[in-house]
């Protein structure tokens, strides 16, 4: 098992640009989430999904747009970056409200 | 509004050492809550838990929750510098809420 998979591991953006985050499980896990954490802070919620077709807010939702077609796929769309969204980004996986396994990460750079 | 405050936000102490790092919580329809360890890369989960009292080990580890006085503790004995890491407390509530972390640093 792979576990649960980010690409890219790293991108710089320039102010406005878009781009998609791709985030994959291959554990059937049916929930799964987007993180951001800022240097020296903890992890914020961005959106989740608790099964193909549904997905739902978390704490810091704006600026970030997710779609959940597949169980194994949750990729996280950034539109019009802008350097507030500059963090590392991580995806994770797991059974209904139990521990979950993240993925290695996303280091994102919006210049 | 839900939040999680984990103190202290740092802590260094010698290999030996006994530590305990404290999470408080206020969320809304609390279900869990977990820890996990995160050194350079993504956390690692270490607990889960659900239930009042009850205490949950792995090894130099341990962690009980209070759902009276909403809290959690995570204690480690005879601290290793392998244990140097950010500790990170969430609760599922509505939704999964972290902490900020407590970085602790072991010294040899």
């Known amino acids: 098992n792979a576990g649960v998979t980010q690409t890219p591991k790293f991108r710089i953006l320039k102010i406005g640009q878009s781009m998609t985050l791709q985030c994959t499980q291959d554990?059937?896990?049916?929930?799964m989430y987007w993180y951001r954490q800022d240097p020296g802070m903890g992890l914020k919620l961005i959106y989740y999904s608790v099964g193909a077709g549904i997905t739902d807010k978390g704490e810091v939702p704006n600026g970030y747009n997710v779609s959940r077609s597949t169980t194994e796929d949750f990729p996280l769309r950034l539109e019009l970056a802008a350097p507030s969204q500059t963090s590392v980004y991580f995806c994770?996986?797991?059974?209904?409200?139990?521990?979950?396994?993240f993925g290695p990460g996303t280091r994102l750079t919006v210049t | 509004e839900d939040k999680v405050v984990q103190s202290p936000l740092s802590l260094v102490v010698h290999e030996g050492d006994t530590v305990t790092l404290n999470c408080s919580y206020e969320v809304t329809n609390f279900r869990s809550l977990l820890w996990y360890k995160q050194e350079k890369k993504a956390p690692t989960f270490l607990f889960m838990l659900t239930s009042s009292g009850i205490e949950k080990k792995s090894g130099r580890l341990s962690s009980i929750l209070d759902k009276k006085e909403l809290f959690s503790i995570l204690n480690i004995t005879a601290t290793q510098t392998g244990d140097s890491a950010v500790y990170l407390c969430?609760?599922?509530?509505?939704?999964?809420?972290f902490g900020a972390g407590t970085r602790l640093t072991v010294k040899p």
């Open positions: 994770a996986s797991s059974r209904p409200r139990n521990e979950q396994y």
């Open positions: 554990m059937n896990h049916n929930y």
């Open positions: 969430a609760v599922w509530g509505n939704d999964m809420r």
